[in-house]
């Protein structure tokens, strides 16, 4: 006896088919039952390069949380307990000792490179460096030359530094106490992005203007070194905890920190058990003019959570090759 099916019968066996398959590809994932959670500092500026690894942790199954805004110090912390998953945004050398002093390599993950290219330093306007010939930072040991930079009428340099217990608040410290600056120089802290707001302001009325930033950032976007602005060199190296620090570049000039680079940081264990991600984790690499053009946009009015959502669906659609080569490696590290 022929059985026949009706068309509803038929697309009945055909969506049956369908949701097999795809059920048996979901059990096939590495990262299928397996929860990460995110880690990243209050720097909104941080979210793209989190989210483009979250994104990729999504494709390989994983079950992605919201990411999760702490201090850097509290975030080694919370990584290094298990409390955390990753974070995408460790620098080196700038966050060595909070690296360290959360447990260093015995507690976390760290494998491959993230963002290269990195910079770091003290800038000032190019018309006051030009017209009083400053070229390095040194120079503000003249209370005359310090004066210029005062926002306050306090008679010291005003520098515009770094919020309480980032990574850069530590060396800049300790570089004005070994230049001799502390008498002349005044490291303003609090709110980056609120105080490199009124050091634009003030660019902008044609006041002297003394600051320090780092790249990716959208800061040198709009004070743009060599045109707007220039970096200061610094008199001898320093930085915290290394007695033969080195921080000269291959032509010979010194800005006072050698150029970064950024890792992505897990927990030790979880990576162990997840060589998936762990295998993401050391190949994902972020080029930093991407970094630098998606803060720009972000400074230029589209920094919402839906902006930067489409900014990572952007960057990953533009370049999808890379971003597939990076999930079929990972997931073939899984299935060694």
Known sequence: MTQHLSNNGLWAIVALTTFSSTAAFAADLPGKGVTVTPIQSTISE???????????????????????????????????????????????????????????????????TYVTGAAQGYLIDKKTAEQYHITNIAQLKDPKIAKLFDTNNDGKA???????????????????????????????????????????????????????????YWVSNVLVPGKDTV???????????????????????NYGFPVSTMHIVANLKWAQANPAAAKLFAIAKLPLA??????????????????????????????QATFDGWINEATAAAAK
């Open 290 to 319: 991407d970094i630098n053009a998606q803060n720009a946009a972000m400074h230029a009015g589209q920094s919402s959570e839906a902006d930067i959502e489409a900014q990572t669906n952007g960057w990953i659609k533009a370049h």
């Open 231 to 253: 970096w200061l060199q610094v008199p001898f190296s320093v930085i915290p905890g290394e007695k033969n620090a080195d921080t000269k570049l291959p032509n010979g000039k």
């Open 158 to 216: 005003d520098l515009t530094g770094c919020t309480p217990g980032w990574g850069c608040e530590a060396a800049l410290n300790a570089q004005i106490s070994a230049y001799g600056l502390t008498d002349t120089v005044q490291h303003n802290q609090g709110n980056y992005s609120a105080m490199i707001a009124d050091t634009i302001t003030r660019y902008k009325e044609g006041k002297p203007i003394l600051y320090y930033t780092w790249t990716p």
């Open 46 to 112: 941080e979210t793209f390069q989190t989210k483009v690894i979250d994104k990729a942790l999504e494709k390989l199954g994983y079950n992605v949380q919201p990411i999760r805004e702490v201090d850097y110090n509290v975030g080694y912390t919370t990584i290094a307990a298990g409390d955390g998953t990753f974070m995408a945004a460790n620098w080196i050398p700038l966050h060595d000792s909070m690296y360290n002093a959360a447990g260093g390599d015995k507690v976390f993950y760290r494998q491959g």
